[in-house]
């Protein structure tokens, strides 16, 4: 089975968003008993709180629920148990190296960086902006699964 962690500063935008938009890339290529994708926060701020509303009206859109899911924290054995932990930005990718006490396997990275285009994914909470962080999510979920695919052989 192959573990995604998706992580951002909430867990109630970008995270979220980057889960369910590659549950479905995963389900609509009939693979999901083959994967484990979650998200989580590297704050406390949102914990427990459900998905911002405007993640939830990006992702209707393309008729894709985030029903059930409430914002938690990553913990220390959150490394042990994924393949694959990624950080929406820069900022995420120092404060999950710092609390998860570095990164020897080398699974931390952000998700475009699987892209043509590394880069950051803007926080929606500061522009607003649903829509280009939702383009940004699908390139960088797109990317991974090919390079998954690749890897993995599916």
Known sequence: MIKILF?????????????????DIVKKAGLEKQFLIASAATSTEEIGNGVHYGTRN????????????????????????????????????????????????????????????PRDIADPWYTGNFD???????????ALFSHIRRQYHL
């Open 58 to 117: 990006k992702l209707r859109q393309f008729n894709i629920s985030t029903a059930g899911k409430y914002a938690v924290q990553i913990r220390r054995d959150d490394y042990a148990k994924y393949d694959y932990l990624l950080g929406m930005d820069s900022a995420n990718i120092r404060n999950m190296l710092r609390m998860l006490g570095g990164d020897p396997q080398k699974k931390i990275c952000r998700l475009l960086d699987f892209s043509d285009r």
């Open 7 to 23: 992580v951002c500063h909430g867990n109630i935008c970008r995270s979220p968003m980057a889960e369910f938009v590659m549950k």
């Open 132 to 142: 280009l962080t939702y383009e940004d999510i699908l390139e960088g979920c797109t």
